[in-house]
């Protein structure tokens, strides 16, 4: 709860500590020939009034209003209306992309989660070359930024080769439909973005098995299963699942990481998810986009943190216990 | 094992069916995979999701903005190759002492068959009167329209404010409105807002109404397009086949069936897709385009400098400020800019070499250019006569060779600004500042966003900054290009915005020869002016141009579509085929498609 109050409080006030705000953007956009001086300053006033930044008598609207106003809306679940997008509403702008962005982050974190596992599991048991090579490639894919990636695939794959679309979520002759076409284009635009998110996402959570792994290896439950002779494959999935609960707990802490990465994927390969809205927002100064991706994505956030905390509890038999004991 | 693969796959169904279902608003039955071969695809006219498809919005969407006549138009268009205005909607217009008389076409019509008559201009021009819309401003230019005919229509023009060359520019781009749609609109606002206000109808609270008005629901227009479908991410316009005006193409229709606007998040993304065939025109600004022409992209010249110089990049200096309120500083500082410098290297070649004042010597302004007066007033880059002038005019230098002011003062550190991300402003400003820096002025490039940018340049806030004072060209230019430089006619101090003459420059003479400039009829009286305008501009260099810049930047690829206009076949100017008289381009390119 008082990681949602921080975030929302930081989300409504580092938007406004610049040096602009979202009617400058406006008039940028409104300016016409034949506009007057005075004519501008007008419409200038009429925006701020229009957007609550100012009241009818000309006086600016104090910031500690504006906080008050937001979260008496918010909490009605009232998200807006975008100023430099006026009249659509935020939830107008965020409905549309975000599926885009559970599209191209769901997937990615769940499959980049299942195989980075496995393969670190696996290079813990292997060991010899397979190991030797798997590491430090896990290392650099974990350590390089995700946006880095993304470029880097852009440009190999989507500019050089041009195998894939550098850019967007379906083709640019195509408006979204039910039909095969469309999906084809959709699934082809999605292979770099995804890639991008899987490659990065494996590389972290492969290090992290391998170390568990190793430790479990080690220990007197799997020497013990080996002296039984237990059959290899056996003792691996023992060894995945008593490594996988910290591995949970990580996963908790990687998600915001690979969250923020998605977003930056997005403007990267200009992919139509929350991202690129968010990002569209801050640099035009839309407050109200801004504050409500940021919403949706913290809240995002705590509810998967939320999740796996539960999650933890039910398959760990330790904290269970622990926990149940300190019922009593 | 056939359930876990099920429960697995499903998220990806949902998430695609949400997309889909989420992120369109076109109608059941339509086209959704337009046929390569019968569609256009543009970039760099639209940046963000469309809010409004209504062209009296103060920000409308493409295609319903006032440069773009696809699906409404204008009475006319203008031709930047030859100065001229063709007719669209109208035939022709005569300028008598106080009134502008138009002949529209007769044959022009809405989608649904009925004619556009007189009615639906006068009603357009009064909807612009009444209401503080983008024309409102230029409305005061007229005291009134009416009919003089069923088509033909009067303006009766402001003596106060005698201009025709603004008249000209208002018909070449105030978008014709059918009446039988917006009138019950209108009244419909009106009755609301009397409702709410208790029986006031304030114009602009009814305004307001008609504004939030989106439009996008198959609206009745006259072009040669309509719109179809849009989403997020594009926007579609379908040819209208009925078109009235296919009988000024000796019946043929324009060649694309679809036209589409991708909305691209950066340059580079519509730059590549240009690149590689999947844009066939756009006017993004593309770095080395001359790499590109290997992968079929086309400009207007073959070779540099690839496109028709149109507008002007200037550096501004805060003119209310010491030092830049001495002209002797102004001209040191003229001199110390290597302008061929920015030339190859910020813009790549894209324009001819600089020359001295504010008339472009190419094109329908060339004409009213004078080279002998360029040479006698004129400032080229020599830091040497740079340094000469400081001094003459009592600067020093000091220790660390900065300059010391004729009051003995060490001038001020000062930042050039543009905004960020525009890269070839950003170069030229980097160039600029060596230049200064050069002959001793404490100057550094500061590159902000945009929105911070223009609020600064509104209200006097900067040192040196980057601007157009005038980023298109007209049937007014280069009048309204010396009138938003040198026109003081709304001069307020710092802090306080001003719209024209940012820079805060003042001059009464100046002031004086753009008011006569655009009463006058004959061409003799007109260069003379111009000639006397241009003249006081290179004395006093209120500004200091820096580079010549297309209009648009116009390229195309070859992939898809052939036949595009350029120098070498000028059927239409290169405004891009959607602009003004470019949009005659469209009856002439033709598919490689099938």
Redesign the interface.
């Known amino acids: 709860m008082v990681t949602f109050v921080v975030a929302i409080s930081l989300n409504f006030i580092l938007p406004r500590l610049g040096h602009s705000n979202p009617v400058d953007t406006i008039m940028r956009k409104v300016h016409t020939p034949g506009m007057t001086s005075k004519e501008y300053k007008k419409r200038y006033e009429e925006f701020m009034v229009k957007f609550g930044l100012m009241d009818e008598n000309g006086k600016k609207t104090t910031i500690v209003r504006q906080f008050f106003s937001y979260v008496g809306t918010t909490l009605k679940g009232d998200l807006g209306v975008s100023f430099t997008k006026y009249p659509k509403s935020v939830w107008d702008i965020l409905k549309t992309a975000l599926p885009w962005s559970l599209w191209l982050q769901i997937p990615s974190i769940v499959i980049g989660y299942i195989l980075g596992n496995i393969l670190g599991a696996l290079a813990a048991y292997k060991r010899g070359i397979y190991d030797k090579v798997f590491y430090p490639l896990s290392l650099f894919l974990m350590s390089v930024p995700y946006f880095c990636l993304g470029i880097v695939l852009v440009y190999i794959f989507g500019i050089s080769l041009e195998i894939f679309p550098p850019s967007g979520g379906y083709a640019m002759d195509m408006m979204p439909s039910f039909s095969f076409a469309f999906f084809a284009s959709v699934l082809y635009h999605y292979i770099l973005p995804f890639m991008t998110m899987v490659l990065v996402f494996i590389g972290g959570q492969a290090i992290g098995m391998r170390s568990m792994s190793i430790y479990e290896l080690g220990t007197d439950y799997v020497k013990y299963a080996k002296m039984l002779g237990i059959k290899e494959r056996t003792i691996v999935m023992y060894v995945i699942r008593n490594a996988m609960l910290p591995q949970l707990t990580g996963l908790a802490l990687a998600l915001g990481f690979a969250i923020g990465g998605a977003l930056l994927i997005e403007i990267v390969f200009s992919y139509p998810g929350v991202g690129l809205a968010l990002y569209t927002a801050i640099l035009e100064m839309d407050y109200p986009v801004i504050q409500a991706g940021i919403l949706i994505v913290t809240v995002s956030l705590l509810a998967m943190n939320f999740i796996i905390d539960i999650l933890i509890g039910l398959l760990d038999p330790r904290v269970r216990i622990s926990h149940e004991s300190r019922v009593e | 094992m056939d359930k876990i693969k099920y429960i697995a796959t499903l998220?990806?169904v949902c998430?695609?069916l949400?997309?889909?279902?989420?992120?369109?608003a076109?109608r059941s039955g339509?086209i959704?995979?337009?046929p390569?071969d019968k569609?256009l695809?543009m970039a760099g006219f639209v940046w963000?999701?469309p809010?409004s498809f209504n062209p009296l919005n103060?920000?409308p969407t493409c295609p319903m903005t006032?440069d773009c006549f696809l699906v409404y138009e204008p009475m006319f268009g203008y031709n930047m190759l030859t100065g001229e205005m063709e007719g669209i909607l109208g035939t022709s217009y005569l300028f008598s002492k106080d009134t502008l008389i138009v002949q529209l076409n007769e044959r022009a019509a809405w989608h649904d068959g009925s004619m556009l008559t007189s009615e639906d201009v006068v009603y357009t021009f009064g909807l612009h009167k009444k209401y503080?819309t983008?024309?409102?401003?230029?409305c005061d230019y007229f005291d009134d329209i009416k009919a003089c005919g069923p088509h033909c229509v009067k303006f009766l023009l402001n003596t106060k404010k005698l201009n025709p060359l603004?008249m000209q520019?208002?018909i070449g781009?105030a978008l014709i409105i059918p009446k039988k749609a917006f009138y019950p609109l209108e009244q419909r606002c009106i009755a609301e807002v009397k409702t709410e206000k208790k029986g006031k109808a304030d114009p602009?609270d009814i305004f307001e109404k008609i504004n939030?008005f989106k439009n996008d629901s198959m609206p009745l227009s006259s072009g040669p397009y309509s719109l179809y479908?849009y989403?997020?991410?594009?926007i579609?316009v379908k040819r209208f086949d009925s078109y009235w005006g296919n009988v000024l193409h000796g019946g043929a229709m324009p060649k694309p069936e679809y036209i589409?606007f991708?909305i691209?998040?950066?340059n580079e993304?519509g730059n590549?897709?240009l690149s590689?065939g999947?844009?066939d025109l756009s006017v993004n600004f593309v770095p080395q385009i001359y790499n590109r022409f290997k992968k079929g992209v086309g400009t207007w010249y073959k070779d540099k400098p690839y496109f028709v110089p149109g507008t002007i990049a200037c550096m501004l200096m805060e003119l209310t400020k010491k030092p830049f309120s001495d002209v002797h500083f102004r001209q040191a500082v003229a001199h110390a800019v290597n302008y061929e410098q920015i030339r190859k290297l910020s813009i790549y070649g894209y324009a001819p070499p600089l020359k001295p004042g504010l008339i472009i010597p190419f094109g329908p302004e060339k004409k009213y250019y004078n080279d002998s007066d360029a040479v006698r007033y004129g400032v080229s880059y020599d830091p040497g006569k740079a340094r000469e002038i400081l001094k003459a005019a009592g600067y020093k230098w000091g220790d660390d060779s900065l300059l010391i002011g004729p009051d003995g003062n060490k001038l001020e550190t000062v930042y050039a600004t543009c905004p960020n991300g525009w890269t070839d402003w950003e170069s030229a400003a980097r160039i600029l500042v060596t230049g200064l820096r050069a002959v001793g002025v404490d100057v550094h490039e500061k590159f902000v966003?945009?929105?911070?940018w223009?609020?600064d340049l509104?209200n006097g806030n900067f040192d040196i900054t980057m601007y157009q004072t005038l980023d298109?060209e007209?049937i007014a230019t280069p009048w309204?290009r010396f009138y938003k430089t040198m026109g003081s006619f709304?001069w307020?101090p710092p802090g306080?915005?001003?719209?024209?003459d940012v820079q805060r420059y003042k001059n009464p003479v100046a002031d004086s020869l753009l008011l006569l400039l655009p009463t006058l009829k004959d061409e003799k009286s007109i260069s003379e002016v111009y000639r006397s305008l241009n003249i006081k501009f290179m004395q006093d260099l209120p500004v200091v141009p820096l580079m010549y810049r297309p209009w648009f930047f116009y390229e195309f690829s070859k992939k898809h579509w052939s036949n595009f206009p350029t120098a070498d076949n000028p059927y239409s100017p290169p405004q891009c085929l959607i602009v003004g008289a470019g949009i005659k381009g469209l009856w002439n390119i033709n598919p490689l498609g099938k």
Not at chain 2, 134 to 138: M, R, T
Not at chain 2, 231 to 234: A, E, I, P, W
Not at chain 2, 496 to 500: D, H, L, P
């Open positions: 998220p990806f998430a695609v949400l997309v889909v279902g989420c992120g369109t076109n339509e959704t995979d337009f390569r569609t695809i963000s999701p809010t103060e920000d006032g503080n983008n024309l409102h401003s230029d603004i520019e208002i781009t602009d939030a479908t989403s997020d991410q594009k579609v589409i991708p691209f998040k950066s993304a590549v897709a590689q999947n844009v966003e945009e929105a911070i223009w609020k509104l298109y007209s309204e709304e307020a306080e915005v001003m719209y024209i």
